[in-house]
C-alpha cells in the first residue's frame, strides 16, 4: 500500500514576494509609525509634524519616481541630484522676483531637464556606453556647470511659487498635490501604455525585447527623458521651499533615489519593479528624518540612523528577493 503525497502549496506571502512585490517596505513603515507613535504620539501625529513628513517626500518622490523608471529599463541615473540642482539654481536666477517670468522659466526647466535625459538616452541606447558612466560623468558635469554659474545662493522666487511648496492646507503641504499627480501619470504610464509595456520588456530582456519588435533605443530615451523632467521638477520645488537657488540644493538626492527604489523592490537589473514599493521607500526615508526632531535626537545622528535602517532592510528584503 502506497501513501499519496499531498502537495501542500506553498504561501503566497513569503517574505521575498513580500519584497518583490514592495508590500515589506510598507510592514517597515508601519512598524515606525507605531514605534514613534508609542514615543511620542501627540507630537508624531500633531498637523506640522505630519506636513514635515509629506513635504518632505515631495522632492526625493518625485526623483525616485524618475529612478524608478530608468531602473526598470536596465539603467541607472547618477546625475538625478545634480540636475535638481542646476534647475533650482537657474530657476532662482532667472526668476528674480519678477511674477511674469514664472511660467516660461517652470517651463524652460522641464524642457532642460528633457534635453539632459536626451543626452543620456542617446548615449546610452545609440553609443551603446554604460548607464553608470553616463550618468556620473554628467553629474560632474551638470554639477560643474552649476558651480559656474553661481558658488553661492542667488536669485529669488516669487511668493506665488515659494507659497505652493510652504504652504498648505490643515496637515497636507500646496507640493504634495503635485508628487501625487506625477505618481498618477508614472502609474497610468506603466500600467496602461505600450510604453510601460515595452520598458518591462527592455528592462527584463533587450535582446529578446529587439527581437519582438520593440524599438528599444526610443524606450530608453523615453525613460531618461521622464527622469530628467521629474529631476527638474524637484529641482523647481527645491528653489520654492528655499525662495532661492543654491549650488548644492540637490546633493545626495541620486543616492536617496535609488536607495528608496531598491528597497521598494525594484531590481537594479530592470525589468521588474514595483512602484507601490518604490512610494514606500520614500516614505520610510522621510519617516527616519522626522524621527530624529520628534525625538530630539542630535542631528548629527540623521545619516547614521538612516544607514543602519536602510542597511537592515536591504539585508532582509533584498537579500530575500535573491533567493
Known amino acids: 500500500m502506497?501513501?499519496?503525497?499531498?502537495?501542500?502549496?506553498r504561501s503566497r506571502f513569503t517574505l521575498a514576494s513580500l519584497a518583490r512585490n514592495g508590500a515589506a517596505v510598507w510592514i517597515v513603515v508601519g512598524i515606525a509609525v507605531l514605534g514613534l507613535t508609542i514615543a511620542d504620539g501627540s507630537r508624531f501625529w500633531a498637523p506640522a509634524n505630519i506636513a514635515n513628513v509629506l513635504t518632505a517626500t515631495v522632492v526625493l518622490g518625485?526623483?525616485?519616481?524618475?529612478?524608478?523608471?530608468?531602473?526598470?529599463s536596465g539603467g541607472i541615473d547618477l546625475s538625478v541630484g545634480s540636475t535638481a540642482t542646476l534647475s533650482a539654481l537657474l530657476t532662482a536666477i532667472l526668476i528674480n522676483g519678477y511674477p511674469i517670468r514664472t511660467f516660461?522659466?517652470?517651463?524652460?526647466?522641464?524642457l532642460l531637464g528633457a534635453l539632459i535625459g536626451v543626452l543620456h538616452g542617446v548615449l546610452v541606447a545609440r553609443v551603446g556606453l554604460p548607464p553608470f558612466i553616463v550618468t556620473l560623468a554628467t553629474l560632474y558635469l551638470i554639477q560643474g556647470a552649476a558651480f559656474m554659474v553661481s558658488t553661492t545662493p542667488d536669485g529669488r522666487v516669487t511668493s506665488a511659487l515659494s507659497s505652493v511648496a510652504l504652504e498648505r492646507i490643515g496637515p497636507v503641504p500646496y507640493s504634495f498635490a503635485i508628487l501625487l499627480v506625477a505618481l498618477a501619470t508614472v502609474a497610468w504610464i506603466l500600467h496602461r501604455t505600450a510604453f510601460g509595456?515595452?520598458?518591462?520588456?527592455?528592462?527584463g530582456d533587450p535582446a529578446a525585447a529587439r527581437s519582438n519588435g520593440i524599438p528599444v533605443a526610443r524606450v530608453l530615451v523615453k525613460a531618461y527623458v521622464l527622469a530628467g523632467m521629474l529631476a527638474a521638477l524637484a529641482g523647481i520645488l527645491l528653489a520654492a521651499r528655499a525662495t532661492v537657488g543654491s549650488p548644492t540644493a540637490g546633493q545626495g538626492l541620486e543616492l536617496s533615489a535609488i536607495t528608496v527604489v531598491v528597497l521598494g523592490g525594484t531590481s537594479l537589473l530592470g525589468g521588474r519593479g514595483s512602484l507601490f514599493g518604490t512610494v514606500g521607500g520614500v516614505l520610510l526615508l522621510s519617516l527616519i528624518g522626522s524621527s530624529v526632531t520628534l525625538l530630539q535626537l542630535p542631528a548629527t545622528l540623521t545619516e547614521l540612523i538612516r544607514g543602519i535602517v536602510i542597511l537592515a532592510a536591504a539585508a532582509i528584503f533584498v537579500a530575500k528577493i535573491r533567493r
Open 2 to 9: 502506497t501513501t499519496a503525497v499531498v502537495a501542500v502549496p
Open 62 to 72: 518625485l526623483a525616485a519616481l524618475g529612478q524608478h523608471l530608468v531602473v526598470l
Open 197 to 203: 509595456r515595452h520598458l518591462h520588456a527592455v528592462g
Open 104 to 110: 516660461p522659466v517652470v517651463v524652460g526647466m522641464l
